[in-house]
Every structure is written in C-alpha cells, then in structure tokens.
T-cell receptor, first 114, second 111 residues
Framework: DTEVTQTPKHLVMGMTNKKSLKCEQH?????MYWYKQKAKKPPELMFV???????INESVPSRFSPECPNSSLLNLHLHALQPEDSALYLC?????????????FGPGTRLLVL | GESVGLHLPTLSVQEGDNSIINCAYS??????FIWYKQESGKGPQFIID?????DKRQGQRVTVLLNKTVKHLSLQIAATQPGDSAVYFC??????????FGKGTMLLVSP
C-alpha cells in the first residue's frame, strides 16, 4: 500500500480565517513533506519532517505553520493567507528522508483564498 | 544554477503508438531520478525510477533510459492508451529529501 491521504480535498477561506490541512500515511515512513503546486507548474517543496522533526523549511512565510504530531500525521496550519497562496497543496512521504528515495504523494488539497 | 528540465511541453500521440518523453538535467552529480505521472486534479503518481549506475530500467509498458554522457533522461510508454493522458514530470533527488522537478510534459492521447 503506497497511499497518502489528505483532507480536505477542497478548501475555500478568507484572508482572516484560520484553517488546517491534514495528511496521513500508514506505510511506516519516517519522512513527510509539504509541497505547493500552482497551475501548470511543478510542485515546490515547502517543508520536510524527518523522524517527526522539522528538517527543511524552504523559506516559507510564517502564515504557513507545519506540525507533525506523530510519525503518521502531518498538518499544515494556515493563518492570514493571501490570494496568491491559492494552489494545490501536496503531502508526500518517504521511508527515511536522509537518502535518495522515492516520495509518494497524496491527492492534494486545492486551496482557494478569497 | 543546476536544473532539471524537459524539451517538449506537449506531446500528442494516437492510441497504440509508443510515446517518448524527454528530460535534460544539468547537475552531473545527480544519481537518482524519478518519473511521476500527474492526472488532472490528482497528486503526482510514481511511475518508475532509475539510479545512475544503470542505463535502462523497465516496468510495465514503461521504460526509462538514462544517458549520463549527455545528461539526458527519457520515459518510453509502449502502446499508449487514453488513460496515459497526463502531465509527466521527471524529478531529480539531490539527497537529503530534496526533490527537484522538471517543468513537465503534457501527454495527450487521441483514440
């Protein structure tokens, strides 16, 4: 099973709202990732968690706040977003995160900020 | 800087044809590559990978070729089907979780 699940599938929020995106995997992977993907563009890495610790933050604005409660769950808390933050947010996981390995992606959450 | 890119943004083929999607990379130190398929409204789906100690790797209806001399990667899809219509990304794993994607090629398969 190489399934990564994400909720919600779609989210519309105003610029003053607070919302959270959720990601879950049960493959025993110890590395989890958040990517942002704009239309017709490749995914761009935002955050990496390895063994539940934040290991990479690609200079993402503080209005995006990741959280890894345990090895199976990854959250992305959203606050005071801008319309340009509208995008597909993808979660991925891999076995370890410290070697060259395949990342498996979830279906994404399509976010619209009004 | 170093980058991974694609030669063709859109490829149109007839059902049953073989498709070839190309990717150029510029980091000669790269040693692991992945091809992903992304259908409309979905996340990228792993297709096949290859490490730099190999020139060719085959899966079900797909073959990846790696030419390290010219830093070129290709994905071959045999007997292309309408369900293969999607955007295909090559990606380079630069180590420690960093996955760099190419720009993507849209494959359109006509019945």
């Amino acid at each position: 099973d190489t399934e990564v699940t994400q909720t919600p599938k779609h989210l519309v929020m105003g610029m003053t709202n607070k919302k959270s995106l959720k990601c879950e995997q049960h493959m025993g992977h110890r590395a989890m990732y958040w990517y942002k993907q704009k239309a017709k563009k490749p995914p761009e890495l935002m955050f990496v968690y390895s063994y539940e610790k934040l290991s990479i933050n690609e200079s993402v604005p503080s209005r995006f706040s990741p959280e890894c409660p345990n090895s199976s769950l990854l959250n992305l808390h959203l606050h005071a977003l801008q319309p340009e933050d509208s995008a597909l947010y993808l979660c991925a996981s891999s076995q370890v995160g410290t070697v060259r390995e395949t990342q498996y992606f979830g279906p994404g959450t399509r976010l619209l900020v009004l | 800087g170093e980058s991974v890119g694609l030669h063709l943004p859109t490829l149109s083929v007839q059902e049953g044809d073989n498709s070839i999607i190309n990717c150029a990379y510029s980091n000669s130190a790269s040693d692991y590559f992945i091809w992903y398929k992304q259908e409309s409204g979905k996340g990228p789906q792993f297709i096949i990978d290859i490490r730099s100690n190999m020139d060719k790797r085959q899966g079900q209806r797909v073959t990846v070729l790696l030419n390290k001399t010219v830093k070129h990667l290709s994905l071959q899809i045999a007997a292309t089907q309408p369900g293969d219509s999607a955007v295909y990304f090559c990606a380079e794993n630069q180590g420690y979780s960093t996955l760099t994607f190419g720009k993507g090629t849209m494959l359109l398969v006509s019945p």
